[in-house]
């Protein structure tokens, strides 16, 4: 083979290593920076896209691995990702130290400013993360922080997303998984957490108490006044019957009255005269009713007794 022949063998090896390293096939749901010269020149998008060896390079940048572990990429992966941070020591306003461990979700919107804007962005990200989570937390209580969480969560999300926004990140949400205090608080916890539950039964039994006493005297009270209501009832019926049996006598003695006043004055008598004498007859038989009693009473006007009975007998003997 000829020096000519090597030369352009050379020249076609050449030519096809640049060609390959020309093309860049870039996946779904990635980007790829590339520079000119040094410079920034434009962004990839996802399919298959042509470079020029030598002249324009992807740029490299730091990213977390699953494993935790940081390597250097020419891909950005525009996904949300997820960075699960170790437990924490943290100190509470009321100078309580406890441990917290967070998640992070974020997404990377602009990747020349992930890029160009921050050296190391995982690391960033993490070390804001830790540094604004202890200031969230020192500014609350033990208690407060306990109780808290959607306030952190929402505080957090906060800061971390307005100091991001410049590094192209944008944080989704922040989520506290363990919030652990030290083991002299956790039992001094539970001892009030108990105090509490007693204190709630204790509460819980006298208000049942309460109701029941006051429904027994609601229930004294309606048996008493149906009682008197039956009782008021039971005399209104007994002072009616009362009237409507007068009411009835009365009737009777006048329906009676005026059949005897017919009979009387039909055979030419004073009816008057008969009812006075039938009167001081029956007034008399009730004052010698008794069984002791000795003495007689006449009515005054004796005359016009003896006068009332002689019409009597004149009217019998009619």
Known sequence: MSAFSIILVVLAALVVIYVINGIKIVSQSETMIVERLGRYHR???AGINIILPIVERPKETIARMNTGALRMVNRIDLREQVYDFDKQSVITKDNVMTEINALLYFQIVDPVKSVYEIKNLPMA???????TLRNVVGEMELDETLTS?????????NVLDEATNKWGVKVNRVELQDITPPESIRFAMEKQMQAERDRRAEILKAEGEKQSAILKSEGEKAAEINAAEAEKQARILKAQGQAE???????AEAKAIAQVSAAVAAKGSDPVQYLLAIKYIDGLKEMV???DNKTVYLPYEASSMLS???SIKDLFNK
């Open 149 to 157: 969480r959607d306030t952190i969560n929402s505080k957090l999300r």
């Open 289 to 291: 009713s008794g069984k």
């Open 308 to 310: 009332s009975l002689g």
């Open 245 to 251: 049996a007068q009411i009835l006598q009365a009737e």
């Open 125 to 131: 990200i993490e070390k804001l993360t830790q540094t």
């Open 43 to 45: 962004t990839l998008q």
